[in-house]
Every structure is written in C-alpha cells, then in structure tokens.
C-alpha cells in the first residue's frame, strides 16, 4: 500500500542522455516536491509544486525540469546528465496548511547513474 | 542564512544507554522542526515535530530558542532505534530545510 512511488527505483543513463523520472501519489497532497541526496550529505530541495504552482530554488541548475500534469503525478526531467547528477533523487508530498502541513511523506527514491 | 547543522555524522551507543543528537538552527523568523528518520531499506519518515510537543518510539526533542537547538533525546536506547535521523526546519511557505544527518548505532 505505498503511497509515494517513484519509477524507476535505480535508472542508469549515458553522459548527456536526457532521463525523466516519475512520481505518483495516493493522498491527494497539494504538494509534491523533489529532493536530489548526493552520498553522506542532507537532501537538497530543487523545487516544488503547490498544485500547479511552481516553486523552483535559486540555486537549482537549468538542466533540471520538472512536470505536474495532474494532482497524482509528477515528473523530473534532466535534459542533460552529468556525472555530478548521479544521485539519489526523491519525491515527497505533503498537505498545505493545517496539522499535516509540511509533514512529508518520502517514496523510496530513484537512484541515477550517469555513465 | 537558514542552515541545520547536525555536528555529528556517526554515533554509537550501547543498549540501554541514553543518546542524544544534536541539531542547531540558524533562523531569522519562529522556525519549526522536525525529526525524520530512515531505518535500513526503508523510506524517510516523519519521527516528531516540535509542535506537537510529543513522544514518539521513547524520543523526546525540546525547541531552545536561546542556544538555537533541537536535539533529540531517548533515555534508553534499543537496537531498533539504529537509524539515519534528520533534523529539518521549515524555511518559508512548503520548504524543508535538512541537515546532513546523524547515523545512530545502537550496539547490543
């Protein structure tokens, strides 16, 4: 009963070779974000969708896309991977405002490898 | 600048032995905190937030604003508390702000 899924859980890709990864969620969150974890260092925020608003950090290179065609499904798209892009990449969401909100519900995560 | 620092990547303790992990803040406005956790080949979930004031699995984690700190405290430590553990502040509007972790070692 996972509520949180990422596909594909590990995606190997060639250097320059454009990878999406995909989300899906079961709670009906208003909130979806991704997270990109390097090896022994803190989940780092790229962006963030509050419905169909998208909310995308300074600091989260150009190279990096991402999708929300619905309330359930969400993509991450990287048009061009470098080796620096091999990491763990998650999804979470959560409920905006009230007891739930920023309470976030982690998938397993998708792991690339860039060759 | 908005930071969690969580000054220790490794700790080890013996069953039975209190722990505590450290997490300081830096934060301009009232923040709000959060422990997460991820067990061996499992996800990251939620273990408490300050504003429930709550005791989840026997940890306990009090906001001082004054030193800036959030640790997280158990008084007997169990094997099964063995874990990667987060310590996180909400930034502004949906952000989380993580910390790079501590890996707990809970040795029998």
């Known amino acids: 009963d996972a509520m949180v899924i990422q596909n594909p859980r590990y995606q190997v890709t060639q250097f320059g070779k454009p990878v999406t990864l995909s989300c899906s969620q079961t709670?009906?969150?208003?909130?979806m974000y991704w997270y990109q974890q390097k090896s022994s260092q803190a989940p780092k925020l790229l962006f963030h969708?509050?419905?169909?608003?998208?909310?995308n950090e300074a600091d989260t290179p150009d190279n990096f896309q991402s999708r929300r065609p619905n309330t359930s499904f969400c993509f991450l798209d990287i048009r061009s991977p470098g080796l620096g892009d091999a990491a763990m990449y998650l999804c979470?969401?959560?409920?905006?405002?009230?007891?739930?909100?920023?309470?976030?519900?982690f998938g397993a995560g998708s792991r690339l490898t860039v060759l | 600048a908005q930071r969690v620092t969580q000054p220790e990547k490794l700790l080890s303790v013996f069953k039975g032995a209190p722990v505590e992990l450290k997490c300081n803040y830096s934060?301009?406005?009232?923040?709000?905190l959060f422990w997460y956790v991820q067990y061996s080949r499992q996800r990251l979930q939620l273990l408490l937030r300050?504003?429930s004031r709550e005791s989840i699995k026997g940890f306990t984690a009090d906001l001082n604003k004054g030193e800036t700190s959030f640790h997280l405290k158990k008084p007997f430590a169990q094997e099964e508390d063995s874990a990667m553990y987060y310590c996180a502040l909400k930034t502004s509007g949906s952000r989380l702000t993580f910390g790079e972790g501590t890996q707990l070692t809970v040795n029998p």
């Open positions: 969708y509050y419905d169909k608003d998208f909310n």
């Open positions: 979470a969401t959560s409920k905006w405002g009230g007891s739930g909100a920023n309470v976030l519900t």
């Open positions: 709670l009906n969150h208003n909130v």
């Open positions: 934060y301009s406005g009232s923040p709000e």
């Open positions: 300050h504003i």
